[in-house]
């Protein structure tokens, strides 16, 4: 089946440690998206690639980093640097450019530093 | 992106049809208004889009005001199943070379109940 999918669902980190987050996607889409959410708030945009080999900062983009090598992949580091990192990470991703199709969201990684 | 201004909350009785609102006043002329919805703790459902005329698909209808500053989510027959927040965004057209930001507000909680 096609989709989106973040691994792991929960990952527990100890701070002061950079923690990678995966997203993998199988939907040939070329745009992908990094976004948190906090308890009770909406989404807010991390990072976003439209192509391989670039993406641009989102709103919140401090105390993290991505990468996009390859289309399917577009994983996600949150460091040190993040002064609240525990949140729910959600990533999506899109067909761009043309047409006018949704976005799909994996379901969540919910990351708690302790 | 324009800003959307959305209820923080509603209820509707099963059965019933839910018409969730959304504000964006400042909506310009290549910006699409899009619906998704989020259940708790999974990643948010595309749900419907459009640009000016009424759309209608398998979950949802889309009613946007001839102005354009505003619209509203219908579900025709409410399930206890459609409690989940609903965001409505409003989104730059994808083909014209921008950053394709995807940029979701708090949403409106809706409860259905018996």
């Known amino acids: 089946d096609g989709g989106i999918t973040q691994s792991p669902k929960y990952l527990f980190r100890k701070e002061g440690q950079n923690v990678t987050l995966s997203c993998e996607q199988n939907l040939n889409h070329d745009a992908m998206y990094w976004y948190r959410q906090d308890p009770g708030q909406g989404l807010r945009l991390i990072y976003y690639s439209q192509i391989v080999n670039d993406f641009q900062k989102g709103d919140i983009a401090e105390g993290y980093s991505v990468s996009r090598e390859k289309k399917e992949s577009f994983p996600l580091t949150v460091t040190s640097a993040q002064k609240n990192p525990t949140a729910f990470y959600l990533c999506?991703?899109?067909?761009?450019?043309?047409?006018?199709?949704?976005?799909?969201f994996g379901q969540g990684t919910r990351l708690t530093v302790v | 992106d324009a800003k959307t201004t959305q209820p923080p909350s509603m209820d509707c009785a099963e059965g019933r049809a839910a018409n969730l609102p959304c504000n964006h006043s400042?909506?310009?002329?290549?910006?699409?208004v899009y619906w998704y919805r989020q259940i708790h703790s999974q990643g948010p459902q595309y749900i419907i889009h459009g640009l000016k005329n009424n759309e209608t698909n398998e979950m949802a209808s889309l009613i946007i005001t001839e102005d354009r500053k505003s619209s509203t989510l219908i579900l025709p027959h409410a399930t206890l199943r459609d409690t989940a927040v609903y965001y409505c965004?409003?989104?730059?057209?994808?083909?014209?070379?921008?950053?394709?930001?995807?940029?979701f507000g708090t949403g409106t909680r809706l409860q259905v109940t018996l």
């Open positions: 999506a991703s899109s067909m761009w450019p043309g047409g006018h199709t949704e976005a799909f």
């Open positions: 965004i409003v989104r730059v057209a994808p083909y014209t070379g921008t950053a394709s930001k995807l940029t």
């Open positions: 400042t909506i310009s002329g290549n910006e699409y």
